[in-house]
């Protein structure tokens, strides 16, 4: 018996075995929760079938969260293999790969949109949408980056994207705490995945971190899938609107 047994969770944002939240399913597969994940589009779903078989999943569902049919498509599913669930999970991130390499001022007006859309928003929209379904002391867990409050050279447009996403979770929190919904964001150390590989710069942070980070070592995605069964459990029920930092310390470090 796990601390998540009973508990059926939706998570969004598995590309592959590397990805945080593939971290995050392994997590709550051995806690004893039940899973269900989403892919983008037929050409990722050949990558995450393979990974729903392998953790037992309940269920995958096609979820491209700037096409709004998806989310009534993803309701009515969700509502006739589950009926109700327990714990969301964002591990959704992107920007054009151009407003990275270019300098700031040169973000692009529509990847300046996209990036929010699909970085941010998609947060409020999925909330909205699954609200109804969502059972008494849900819990909603987003996925940030430090980068968010601190310039991280290279990472650009992702950086306001990512700050609108911490904002997002405490503005939640506050409306969706008077259903019993928690909602918090856990904000990664740097982690070598499909995501990661397009920040320009983000290798070197690699070894800066363990030469520096007070525990001197990266860390991984099962260390915040860790975090996130904390997020997901009754044991996290007083913890709302929170930034949590897996980051080996970096984040405290002048």
Not at 58 to 67: A, L, S
Not at 70 to 83: D, N, Q, R
Not at 96 to 122: P, V
Not at 195 to 213: C, D, H, N, T
């Amino acid at each position: 018996m796990g601390i998540l047994t009973g508990k059926k969770a939706l998570i969004l944002g598995v590309a592959n075995d590397k990805s945080i939240a593939w971290g995050i399913t392994q997590a709550f597969r051995e806690q004893g929760a039940s899973v269900a994940l989403s892919y983008l589009n037929e050409q990722l779903q050949k990558r995450v079938d393979p990974l729903a078989e392998e953790a037992g999943a309940d269920f995958t569902f096609e979820m491209d969260v700037t096409n709004e049919d998806h989310y009534a498509s993803m309701v009515k599913t969700v509502e006739e293999k589950w009926g109700k669930f327990d714990i969301l999970v964002h591990s959704l991130a992107f920007a054009d790969r151009e407003d990275l390499k270019k300098r700031f001022t040169d973000t692009s007006r529509e990847g300046f949109k996209l990036a929010c859309d699909i970085s941010a928003f998609s947060l409020i929209g999925l909330c909205h949408h699954l609200k109804p379904l969502m059972n008494d002391n849900a819990k909603v867990i987003a996925m940030t980056y430090h980068g968010s409050v601190k310039v991280m050279k290279g990472y650009n447009v992702m950086g306001v994207a990512k700050a609108a996403l911490e904002a997002s979770t405490r503005y939640l929190a506050d409306d969706l705490g008077q259903d019993g919904i928690s909602v918090n964001s856990i904000s990664a150390g740097p982690i070598r995945t499909l995501a990661a590989s397009g920040v320009p710069g983000l290798r070197s942070i690699f070894e800066v971190v363990e030469e520096k980070a007070p525990l001197r070592r990266n860390v991984t995605p099962s260390d915040v899938g860790g975090t996130a069964v904390y997020l997901a459990s009754d044991l996290s029920s007083g913890v709302t609107g929170q930034v949590l930092y897996v980051d080996s310390g970096m984040s405290i470090m002048a």
